[in-house]
């Protein structure tokens, strides 16, 4: 068995550089001289391609549904110079990573300027749900935010990447709608619509509607305040303020910091 942390460190290094363009050109992996510079390249972009072409299918299939409209299917990014511009400083599955991309999605398909009135409060909608599935995992049960009422937590903080959005458009409505046959472009109420996107400690991510409650909540929790303090310059009870937090829980928009 002699020898094996070094394998495991060794295929660590590999993995790494595949997906982290930046690692990948630093003198730490390069004077390792292990490949084929070039070849590592070519398989690198190819990965970089799939596995971003995989997230724009699934996070931006409503745009994908309207392209017979828009006559720009999201994923054709994917060939741009511009995405060809980012891949030197692709890492995969990083939150600055996905929001490059998602920005890049959102242009292409919003310079259609398709006939579709809803279609830029869709392409936040899609590219906040892009951005908030990337970055790092929290894999082990104690560390979840299911753990965030025990002893010792008390002060509520909004994780990294929840994002409240305020719509034009009430989109829930005509979501369902896009990915059923239509011949006429399914249409969403006008009316303000304000949505809370959050991603699990494992990488869940939902979708809820918010309100001026829970979108100040969300914004004063910021790991230093206790729940009196939040519940005050909220305006809420204490026991609304502890239903409204149990429910962010669940979500995995609030989790619990130690407090003093």
Same mark, same amino acid.
């Given at each position: 068995m002699t020898g094996l942390p070094d394998d495991r460190a060794l295929q660590d290094a590999v993995i790494r550089a595949l997906a982290d363009a930046p690692f990948r050109a630093s003198l730490e992996w390069r004077r390792r001289a292990l490949a084929d510079p070039d070849r590592v390249e070519r398989y690198a972009r190819f990965l970089a391609r799939?596995?971003?072409?995989?997230?724009?299918?699934?996070?931006?299939?409503?745009?994908?549904?309207? #392209?017979?409209?828009? @006559?720009? $299917?999201?994923?054709?990014?994917?060939?741009? =110079?511009?995405?060809? &511009?980012?891949?030197?400083?692709?890492?995969?599955?990083s939150r600055d990573t996905?929001?490059?991309?998602?920005?890049?999605?959102?242009?292409?398909?919003?310079?259609?300027?398709?006939?579709?009135?809803?279609?830029?409060?869709?392409?936040?909608?899609?590219?906040?749900?892009?951005?908030?599935?990337?970055g790092p995992r929290v894999?082990?049960? #104690?560390?979840?935010? @299911?753990? $965030?009422?025990?002893?010792?937590?008390?002060? =509520?903080?909004?994780? &990294?990447?929840?994002?409240?959005?305020?719509?034009?458009?009430?989109?829930?409505?005509?979501?369902?709608n896009l990915l059923q046959s239509w011949t006429d472009v399914p249409q969403a109420p006008e009316r303000r619509t304000k949505l809370l996107v959050a991603r699990s400690a494992h990488g869940r991510v939902a979708v809820a509607r918010s309100d001026e409650n829970v979108a100040a909540v969300v914004q004063l929790a910021d790991g230093t305040r206790t729940l009196g303090e939040i519940a005050g310059a909220a305006g809420l009870g204490v026991k609304d303020l502890e239903a409204t937090l149990q429910g962010l829980v669940d979500l995995g928009a609030v989790r619990f910091s130690s407090g003093s």
């Open positions: 799939h596995f971003y072409h995989e997230r724009i299918v699934n996070f931006f299939k409503y745009s994908r549904a309207l #392209a017979r409209v828009t @006559g720009r $299917a999201p994923e054709g990014i994917l060939k741009s =110079p511009a995405f060809e &511009a980012l891949l030197p400083g692709i890492i995969l599955g996905a929001t490059a991309v998602a920005r890049l999605v959102t242009a292409h398909v919003a310079a259609a300027q398709a006939p579709v009135p809803y279609l830029a409060d869709l392409l936040r909608y899609e590219e906040a749900m892009m951005v908030v599935e990337a894999w082990r049960d #104690a560390d979840s935010a @299911g753990e $965030a009422g025990k002893a010792g937590r008390s002060r =509520p903080e909004t994780v &990294a990447g929840t994002a409240l959005l305020d719509l034009a458009y009430d989109l829930p409505v005509v979501l369902p």
